[in-house]
């Protein structure tokens, strides 16, 4: 049972444009939600967070925005830099329970 | 935030064989955690080493398959046992830095393993 879901396996996106991705989940009692990137032969590293008691949080050019009732949170990137192509994965929590990640969306910033 | 040094970054092993990882980390946590990628999966846990008592397991798997030591708070190891071909995962620890919140994990690069 795949509770955390990310349907877009890949995504392309002009340099300089805004890129989205998205992630949905199904268990209401996720209180936490994160998005961690991945290079190529490096280990996913932390980028941003977001409270369930919370719709948005922004941190320079990555804003995340929680939809609780549609389940679905979404990951906006502006503008987009070449630097910004990786795997994305969103993940969720409860509690101190662990951490349930999506199966990533790979971005590619196209120059 | 803390670095974190996996080793070996690849391998290839033979079926039945068993290969440890090793996972060193340039501060002391408490927390320490093994992660399995199936190819085009998602991160799975594997297990949570905890300093100075048993890992805890989560469903799917067992010790017998996946033992862990963790002899002190900054290195870990897990043995991938009696491989075989399903085995063949990137294997990650990552970390949770004391004063970082517990689901703000750092991860090693990864044991990327081929088994044939």
């Known amino acids: 049972d795949q509770q955390v879901k990310q349907n877009s396996p890949s995504l392309s996106v002009q340099e300089g444009r805004i890129s989205i991705l998205n992630c949905d989940y199904t268990n209401s009692m996720f209180d936490y939600f994160l998005w961690y990137k991945k290079y190529p032969a490096e280990g996913p590293t932390f980028l941003i967070s977001i409270s369930s008691i919370k719709d948005k949080n922004e941190d320079g050019r990555f804003t995340v925005f929680l939809n609780k009732s549609a389940k679905h949170l979404s990951l906006h990137i502006v503008p987009s830099q070449p630097g910004d192509s990786a795997v994305y994965f969103c993940?969720?929590?409860?509690?101190?329970?662990?951490?349930?990640f999506g199966t990533g969306t790979r971005l590619t910033i196209i120059p | 935030s803390a670095v974190i040094s996996q080793k070996p970054s690849r391998d290839i092993c033979q079926r039945g064989t068993s290969l440890t990882i090793q996972c060193q980390v340039d501060?002391?946590?408490?927390?320490m955690f093994w992660y399995r990628q199936q190819p085009g999966q998602s991160l799975t846990l594997i297990a949570t080493a905890n300093q100075g008592s048993e890992a805890t397991y989560e469903s799917g798997f067992v010790i017998d398959k996946f033992p862990i030591s963790r002899p002190n708070l900054t290195f870990s190891t897990l043995t991938v046992s009696n491989m075989s071909p399903e085995d063949s995962s990137i294997y990650l620890c990552?970390?949770?830095?004391?004063?970082?919140?517990?689901?703000?994990?750092?991860f090693g690069a990864g044991t990327r393993l081929s088994v044939l």
């Open positions: 993940a969720a929590v409860f509690g101190n329970e662990k951490l349930t």
């Open positions: 990552s970390v949770a830095p004391l004063g970082v919140p517990k689901n703000i994990q750092y």
């Open positions: 501060s002391q946590v408490t927390m």
